[in-house]
């Protein structure tokens, strides 16, 4: 069973940056993947970026490139999300997920084996 505890959401005007961390309890969650989720009020859970247990590959949603980073350090088990350039419709609750399906179905929400309770991010005007 691995837990996982998200953190490092806020409130930010727009354009400015957050970082989220997602820390587990076990080690073996450097054999999982790690990916972020994101559901805002009256939408379904959707992906927004997930990486490999090696951290030498990522996949992320394409409304997000170019201004997400997600990173892994495996001695601290710990994810990581870099967000810049925010913008008032990425404010939503953020989720920490680990899947051992990556290459396979880690691009849904049902992929994903385990949770952590999520992050509120709310991005101003």
């Given at each position: ?5 998200e953190?490092?959401g806020?409130?930010v005007q727009?354009?400015g ?6 820390a587990?309890s076990?080690r073996?969650?450097?054999a ?16 927004v ?8 590959r990522?996949?992320?949603a394409?409304?997000?490139?170019g201004?997400?980073?997600i990173?892994r ?6 994810v ?11 404010t939503a609750?953020?989720?920490c997920?680990?899947?051992?399906a990556y290459?396979?179905d880690?691009?849904?929400?049902s ?15």
């Open positions: 069973q691995v837990q996982l505890v953190s490092g806020g409130l727009a354009g940056s957050l970082r989220l961390s997602c587990a076990e073996t969650f450097s999982y993947a790690g990916g972020w989720f994101r559901q805002a009020p009256g939408k379904e859970r959707e992906f970026a997930v990486i490999s247990w090696s951290g030498g990522t996949d992320y394409e409304s997000v490139k201004r997400f980073t990173s350090d495996n001695t601290k088990n710990t990581y999300l870099q967000m810049n350039s925010l913008k008032p419709e990425t609750m953020y989720y997920a680990a899947t051992d290459g396979r880690h691009l849904r929400v992929g994903y084996a385990y949770w952590g309770q999520g992050t509120q991010v709310t991005v101003s005007k």
